[in-house]
C-alpha cells in the first residue's frame, strides 16, 4: 500500500535534502512507526506519503513513492486523499467546519454521499472515538485532545484504506491513548496499511509490525518493536521509552479546599475560592482553593476536565475571581500576567519575532517591563534591550539545543524545536511561576529529559512550577499532582 524506493528530496530553495535514500513498505493490515530525533525526518517523510512533498511544498524528488498503486508526485493530492487519509500533528490545520459534527462530515458531504450515509458514517466514526456528545459543539472550544478525536473520526469517516498519523498520542491523556491504540488494532484487522510518525512509542507495542528509526534524514535501523527495550540503542538515538510506569498513581496529591486559603512562609503560590465559567452555565471551578511551595506540581486529568483553564488562569489570560497571592503577598489589579511564564500547547501561537534569538530576547524585555513599578522615561528605560541580555539569551539557547538555531526565523522550526523555543521564552521572563501545557507533546526522549532537567532546575531556584501534561515519562521528574477530580469534588460540594 506504502511503498518508497530510493527516495531523496530537496526542500525548495534548499541545497541540503531532508531525506536521503530512503527505502521501505507498509503492507495492508500493517503498522510501520518511524521514530527518531527532532528534525530526523520523520514529518518530510509522512508528507512525501501523502503526496503534499512535492506537490505543494515543491522541491526535487529523487526515486518514487507509491500508494495504492498511484504515484505520489504524479497524481493530485485531491485524488490521493481518496485513498489515503492524515491525521496532522496539529488538527485546526485540516478543519474547515464550526461544530464537530459537521467537520466529521464535511468531506463526506464534499464527494456528494447521500445524507443518510453522512450521518451514518458520523455517527459510526464518533462512537468508535467515544466523542457522540461532541458532535453539537463548537469545534475551537474543544480540548486538543477532543479536537485530535474529531480531526481522526473526520479521517475513519471516509473510510480509506491506508492512514498516517503524525504524532497521534501528542495531546491525548492516557487512557485516550490507549483507547487509540485499540482502534489502530481494530483497523489492522479490517487491513489498514498505517504509517505512525511518533516520539511516544511505548502505547503501541502490541500494534507495531516495524520500528524505523531515522537520523539525519536517513533510515539507520528498521526492527521489531522488541529492539526499543535496549537502552544503549535508545539513548544512542535520541529515543523514547519502550515502557512506562503510570506516576499518576504514586505522586503525592495537592491539598483542595473550598475555604478561604491563607498562604504560608513556604508557599510559592497560592489561590482562594477561585470562581470561573464560560459564559452563564458551563461552570468550571467554583469557590476552590489550594497552594504549593516550590516544586513541580501535575496538573492531571482526562480531556477537557479544566487543566488548560487553570493553567490559563494562573497566568493572567483568563480572568477569575478570588484571591491570588505569590509568596504571602496578595495580587494586585495588575493580576498575575507579571508573574507568570506559560508555554502553550500550540507553540505557533507565541511566536511572532523575525529570528529565534530575537523571541528569546523579547522575553526577556517584556520580563522586566511586567516586574518594574517605574514610570514614564524609567519605564522606557526598562523596555530596551540590554549588552547582558544577549549573553542571556545564549545561555537560554543552549540549555534547551536551540544555540545553532538563534538566526533561524521561528516558523522555520520543526514543531519540537518551536516547542523548545516557547519554553525557553516562559524561563526568559525569570518568572515566580512557570506553566508549561503539554511541553514535550512533539518532543524526542533527549529533549524530553532536557525539558525534565529545565524543570528541575527552576524549580530548585524556588519558583511554582506548574505542568499539564499527559506523558507519563514526564510526569516521573514532577513532585506532586493536582488532580482535576478533586477540584469538581469541591465544586459539587
Not at 522541491?59 to 500508494?67: D, K, M, Y
Not at 464518533?126 to 466523542?131: E, H, P, Q, V, Y
Not at 469517516?157 to 498516517?164: D, F, N
Not at 516562559?426 to 514535550?440: G, H, R, S
Amino acid at each position: 500500500m506504502i511503498e518508497f524506493k530510493n527516495v531523496s528530496y530537496t526542500y525548495a530553495n534548499t541545497q541540503t535534502p531532508a531525506v536521503s535514500d530512503i527505502n521501505f513498505t507498509v503492507a495492508p493490515g500493517e503498522l510501520k512507526v518511524v521514530t527518531g530525533a527532532s528534525g530526523c525526518g520523520k514529518t518530510t517523510l509522512m508528507r512525501l506519503a501523502n503526496g503534499l512533498c512535492p506537490q505543494i511544498y515543491g522541491g526535487r524528488l529523487e526515486g518514487s513513492v507509491t500508494v495504492a498503486g498511484f504515484n505520489v508526485s504524479e497524481t493530485p493530492v485531491a485524488d490521493l486523499s481518496e485513498v489515503i487519509g492524515t491525521l496532522f500533528q496539529d488538527p485546526e490545520e485540516q478543519f474547515f467546519a464550526l461544530n464537530a459534527g459537521d467537520e466529521i462530515a464535511f468531506a463526506l458531504r464534499s464527494r456528494s454521499f447521500d445524507p443518510k450515509d453522512v450521518r451514518e458514517r458520523t455517527l459510526t466514526a464518533a462512537r468508535k472515538l467515544g466523542i457522540e456528545e461532541l458532535l453539537t459543539r463548537d469545534i475551537h472550544a474543544l480540548s486538543e485532545g477532543q479536537k485530535q478525536k474529531v480531526g481522526l473520526a473526520a479521517i475513519l469517516a471516509l473510510g480509506p484504506k491506508t492512514l498516517i498519523f503524525d504524532e497521534p498520542s501528542a495531546n491525548l491523556d492516557p487512557e485516550a491513548t490507549q483507547a487509540l491504540a485499540r482502534t489502530i488494532l481494530e483497523l489492522k484487522k479490517e487491513g489498514a496499511a498505517i504509517l505512525v510518525v511518533d516520539h511516544r512509542l511505548y502505547w503501541l507495542k502490541e500494534a507495531a509490525d516495524a520500528v524505523i528509526v531515522m537520523s539525519q534524514g536517513r533510515i539507520v535501523e528498521e526492527m521489531p518493536f522488541s529492539g526499543l527495550y535496549d537502552d544503549a540503542f535508545r539513548a544512542r538515538w535520541g529515543l523514547r521509552k519502550a515502557e512506562v510506569s503510570d506516576a499518576r498513581r504514586s505522586l503525592p496529591r495537592v491539598g483542595v479546599t473550598s475555604r478561604n486559603t491563607t498562604p504560608k512562609a513556604h508557599d510559592v503560590f497560592s489561590a482562594s475560592r477561585i470562581r470561573f465559567a464560560y459564559g452563564d452555565e458551563h461552570i468550571i471551578f467554583d469557590g476552590t482553593g489550594f497552594s504549593v511551595g516550590q516544586g513541580v506540581t501535575a496538573l492531571v486529568g482526562d480531556n477537557g476536565t479544566g487543566k488548560t483553564t487553570l493553567a490559563r488562569i494562573l497566568t493572567g489570560l483568563n480572568k477569575a475571581k478570588g484571591d491570588f497571592y505569590i509568596g504571602e503577598e496578595k495580587v494586585g489589579d495588575e493580576g498575575l500576567m507579571p508573574f507568570s511564564g506559560l508555554v502553550l500547547q500550540n507553540a505557533d501561537h507565541q511566536l511572532q519575532m523575525r529570528t529565534v534569538a530575537e523571541e528569546v530576547e523579547g522575553a526577556i524585555v517584556a520580563g522586566r517591563v511586567g516586574a518594574s513599578k517605574a514610570k514614564g522615561w524609567r519605564r522606557l528605560a526598562a523596555m530596551r534591550p540590554r549588552p547582558e541580555d544577549r549573553a542571556r539569551v545564549q545561555e537560554i539557547l543552549t540549555s534547551l539545543n536551540l544555540l545553532a538555531l538563534a538566526e533561524r526565523h521561528p516558523q522555520s522550526l520543526s514543531g519540537g524545536e518551536k516547542q523548545r523555543l516557547v519554553i525557553a521564552c516562559a524561563v526568559a521572563k525569570d518568572p515566580a511561576i512557570l506553566i508549561l501545557d503539554e511541553p514535550t507533546s512533539g518532543l524526542d526522549g533527549a529533549n524530553m529529559a532536557a525539558i525534565a532537567r529545565l524543570m528541575r532546575e527552576q524549580a530548585d531556584a524556588g519558583r511554582a512550577v506548574f505542568l499539564v501534561t499527559h506523558d507519563l515519562e514526564l510526569l516521573e521528574s514532577c513532585d506532586r499532582a493536582l488532580v482535576m477530580t478533586d477540584l469538581q469534588k469541591k465544586c459539587a460540594g
